[in-house]
């Protein structure tokens, strides 16, 4: 297994291989960029949806088929930006989704073999440039390009996990080699990669770790996160979900698609694969075998490609070096690890809030499921999974 056969690589890791900055779209799109760059305005009037429903229908499906796919993957983070801001962007959700958004919104989704809202990857993966264009992707050099409010809590948020994501390159390399590795009975090397990659899980924490210094948890309940969540299990929307107006294949019928969460990104599943930590069934399970589909097609073929040839537990279980047993758990113990702050964030920046925004539930994830008995759950198990 190669990274750039998925479109990775170990410096970007899940990262877009390209910088929002540099991408220009078709003239077509001018009313829609100016839109998109002047979202916190139109939110803070108060009437985002009378601005946004007067937005030209650029007529993009044949566009979308055919164009490169670094312009396809930016116009949909505008795109997704402007939807969540129709549907979130005043107090009452509506029921229906304009044909001139959900016609293109559509049309790059089907694209990128993604649903029709805003996914993780328009939010973070493919929405960050750095400052300094010879520098580092790293936290004193990266910025969020697309926003709703603009907020500084609102941009720390999105790029912490820019960072994250940069980090875990060196995870997902390793992955891909100690596929091999495993398979040829290195154990020297595996070793060393492992240990590397215990090394780098350590900058990663220190990244997650700084999440608080400029997201504030009641800012953040208050004024990130009501403009992410998705339309599934939301007893704000009437009906279930939302209709796409001028959707013919949904014949009218609301549509119940997942929000943007954390949980889709391909870190930790990836891990699961290589590691081949299993957890037994509960609904957090089935929430994120769901998430799965929302993940950009090539990052789901490389979390699929690891299960199926990651022989690394079998490997290490048959040994008798100590050394490389104690790495491969010392990486199972940072998964979990990661997991335990994870929990800890989410009782801190959603569970403990209350709030009276509309969908916006304490007691749901922004997917739309309970999280907090599972996120403990599923921490529990990838900790009890280590080899002796």
Not at 50 to 59: I, V
Not at 266 to 285: E, N
Not at 369 to 388: C, G, I, W
Request: charged share 25%.
């Amino acid at each position: 297994m190669e990274l750039k056969d998925y479109g990775m690589s170990r410096e970007r890791g899940y990262l877009s291989h390209y910088e929002i900055d540099e991408i220009t779209l078709p003239e077509r799109f001018a009313p829609i960029v100016e839109a998109a760059e002047k979202l916190s305005a139109l939110l803070t009037s108060g009437r985002v949806r009378h601005w946004l429903d007067a937005l030209p229908d650029p007529d993009i499906g044949e566009w979308a088929q055919t164009a490169a796919e670094e312009e396809v993957r930016t116009a949909m983070v505008h795109y997704s930006f402007l939807v969540q801001a129709y549907v979130w962007g005043e107090a009452t959700p509506p029921r229906h989704l304009p044909a001139n958004l959900s016609r293109p919104m559509c049309a790059l989704a089907d694209r990128l073999g993604q649903a029709p809202l805003l996914p993780y990857s328009g939010y973070v993966l493919d929405n960050w440039y750095r400052l300094d264009k010879s520098g580092p992707i790293t936290l004193d050099n990266i910025a969020m390009h697309q926003n709703f409010l603009c907020g500084a809590d609102e941009n720390w948020f999105v790029l912490v996990h820019v960072a994250i994501e940069a980090e875990a390159g060196v995870l997902l390399d390793n992955a891909a080699r100690l596929v091999t590795l495993a398979k040829d009975g290195d154990e020297v090397e595996a070793t060393r990669r492992l240990k590397e990659m215990d090394e780098a899980w350590e900058r990663i924490y220190e990244h997650f770790a700084r999440m608080p210094e400029q997201c504030d948890p009641y800012i953040y309940f208050h004024r990130v996160r009501p403009y992410i969540h998705g339309w599934a299990n939301n007893p704000a929307l009437e009906g279930g979900g939302l209709i796409y107006e001028g959707m013919d294949r949904y014949e009218g019928k609301p549509q119940a698609f997942r929000g943007q969460t954390g949980s889709q990104s391909s870190i930790v599943p990836a891990m699961d694969a290589l590691f081949q930590v299993g957890h037994s069934d509960d609904p957090l399970r089935q929430f994120l075998d769901e998430l799965h589909q929302y993940r950009p097609v090539e990052h789901r073929r490389f979390i699929e490609d690891l299960a199926k040839h990651s022989t690394l537990r079998d490997f290490v279980s048959a040994s008798d070096n100590q050394e490389l047993k104690n790495a491969f758990n010392a990486c199972l113990e940072q998964s979990a690890r990661f997991r335990t702050r994870h929990l800890e964030y989410a009782a801190s920046y959603i569970n403990k809030q209350a709030g009276s925004i509309a969908g916006n539930d304490p007691d749901v994830g922004t997917g739309g499921t309970p999280f907090m008995k599972y996120l403990k759950k599923h921490r529990d198990e990838n900790r009890a999974q280590v080899v002796s």
